[in-house]
């Protein structure tokens, strides 16, 4: 692990520079801290600065620990990330400020400058995983930096879950943060650091292609374009070629906090014509909130199976020539394939495909979740950890819940991509096949094999497992020990991180109904049976 003195940059500004703003008058004012929250409309942080100090300084610090080898965000994200920063930048100037002002360094030693040359600092409150948690817990502690609560997530109660979804809509409904530019003055200060720097210093270098370009003016064009063809929107969910220009494409401009979910929920609300596309994507926002409320109520989402009795599973198994046939693409599953090198040349997917990817992965290749949810967080231009994390532990089933989806890497092809297309754009050497045996290529015929010109086990790979095998055995394993993982979900502990949308009740009817403490199954446990 790197060291603040490893950094290829220095820790700017340095104390001097930060103590200079203080000796101008006796209040400095109000540090905006961003992290994710990377606008200045409907903006908590933003606007209770702006309510409590007549100046506020905008900052963005970067961290060294999510540039250097600890960090496992792609370039692309990254440039993404630093796109969404210089339009940050015009926001604040646009209204009349100084601009964002750039910061490089362990970013409670940053903020300890200007906390001890009298600034007060204030950010938006945010779900993270351990490290931000423990970050902010740091800051609040130690710096009396106030973070404050607006994305419409639960804090604070016993029970979160409960009357959780009467909540979120209230707070969809409310009106949004706001701050009048002209009440403050919008300083900034001279670091000398900014995101062609860190790039430059950091390597940063992306290779991916098809990547959007980051900020909220894109953002909101891309809102409004989704918005007027919403209604074709349950049409092109599912089959990745579809949904590419199908789909609203706003998920990175949530992650980094561009435009607030309350936001796009007005905007659609608002003007998107009443329909089935419309209830649909806002019940997609509802899920993001949800998501995300699961990482607020236990950050150990991004490190271990949220059940105890699924911890390890799989571990025995780790075959790391199988992970890499699946981070590649070629495990000898088309679709799967295809999916995986889009993934790595482009940082996108859609729902679907991410949801076979991580199934295959988990209960085909039968290897430990937490590598593979890595990757997908790697190379996700929205990546994510609320939704990534939470999403893979579900997907694998590793909760406890009755039901389990396992996708069929072949039906796949057949239902999503019928004529081929997704297939050969990614997966090329399959293109002279016909897309009648794309679903399965080494069951081509070999005069079919001779005549196209393709060799299955030398131009393609043969499956890298049996599917059939592979999944009746992941069957069994699972269906061993699920009677005993929903038997947990009595414990309120467990139930707690769980965080159900049912809540504690929810859980404990999973046990009452599902659970075997004794762990031999039992005849329901699972819906195994859909398996398809």
């Known amino acids: 692990m790197g060291s603040p003195d490893d950094a290829p940059l220095p820790t700017a500004p340095d104390r001097e520079a930060v103590a200079a703003t203080a000796t101008e008058r006796e209040s400095p004012g109000t540090v905006v801290w961003h992290r994710k929250d990377l606008r200045i409309a409907d903006n908590p942080a933003v606007a209770a600065a702006a309510a409590q100090s007549d100046r506020v300084l905008p900052l963005f610090v970067f961290d060294p620990g999510f ?9 692309a994200r990254i440039e993404f990330l630093h796109d969404c920063l210089r339009d940050l930048d015009r926001q604040y100037r646009d209204v009349g400020g ?6 490089h360094g362990d970013p409670l030693d940053v903020l300890g400058r200007f906390v001890d040359a009298g600034w007060e600092v204030v950010a938006a409150a945010s779900a993270t995983g351990r490290y931000g948690r423990r970050r902010d817990e740091r800051a609040r502690e130690e710096l009396g930096v106030r973070f404050v609560a607006g994305d419409g997530l639960v804090r604070d109660a016993d029970r979160p879950r409960d009357g959780w979804s009467d909540h979120v809509e209230s707070w969809l409904a409310s009106d949004p943060f706001d701050w009048d530019p002209r009440s ?12 062609e720097r860190v790039s430059d210093a950091y390597g940063v270098d992306s290779t991916k292609t098809r990547v959007p370009t980051g900020g909220r003016g894109p953002a909101r064009e891309k809102l409004r374009a989704f918005t007027e063809r919403i209604a074709d929107y349950p049409g092109s969910i599912s089959s990745p070629v579809d949904a590419r220009g199908g789909t609203s494409g706003l998920s990175p401009y949530l992650r980094f906090g561009c435009l607030s979910v309350r936001e796009v929920h007005r905007h659609v609300d608002e003007r998107a014509p009443e329909g089935r596309g ?35 599973f799989n571990h025995d198994r780790h075959d790391p020539d199988l992970v890499a046939a699946w981070k590649e693409g070629r495990t000898g599953f088309p679709m799967v394939d295809a999916s995986m090198r889009c993934l790595r040349e482009t940082g996108w997917l859609n729902f679907r495909m991410r949801a076979l990817c991580a199934s295959v992965y988990f209960h085909v290749l039968q290897q430990p979740w937490r590598i593979g949810a890595d990757h997908f967080y790697r190379h996700l231009i929205d990546g994510d950890p609320a939704i990534n994390y939470t999403q893979w532990q579900s997907q694998c089933g590793l909760v406890g819940r009755p039901g389990l ?7 796949q092809v057949r239902d999503q991509d019928p004529e081929g297309e997704f297939v050969a754009r990614w997966v090329p050497e399959l293109d002279p096949l016909p897309a009648a045996h794309l679903d399965a290529p080494e069951k081509t015929p070999i005069s079919v094999q001779r005549e196209v010109g ?6 393609y790979p043969y499956p890298v497992v049996d599917y059939e095998a592979a999944r009746s055995e992941f069957r069994d394993r699972y269906g061993a020990v699920h009677g005993a993982a929903a038997a947990r979900l009595a414990d309120e502990s467990v139930a ?3 965080s159900l949308s049912g809540g504690l009740g929810a859980a404990r009817s999973i046990a009452t109904d599902h659970g075997d403490a004794d762990g031999d199954g039992g005849a329901t446990q699972t819906g195994l049976g859909d398996f398809g």
């Not at 250097?68 to 370039?75: F, H, L, N, P, W």
């Not at 393709?454 to 131009?459: A, M, N």
């Open 67 to 75: 540039y250097d080898e600890r960090g496992i965000a792609c370039d």
């Open 98 to 103: 100084a601009g964002l002002t750039y910061a």
């Open 184 to 195: 403050v003055a919008v300083d900034g200060l001279d670091t000398e650091i900014d995101p």
């Open 278 to 312: 419309k209830s649909m994507f806002v019940s997609r926002l509802f899920w993001n909130r949800h998501y995300t409320q699961k990482l607020l109520d236990w950050p150990g989402w991004l490190d271990e199976a949220v059940n105890p009795v699924y911890r390890g």
């Open 405 to 411: 989806r396992l996708y069929d890497p072949r039906k």
């Open 454 to 459: 393709v060799e299955i086990g030398e131009t």
């Open 496 to 498: 707690r991180r769980a």
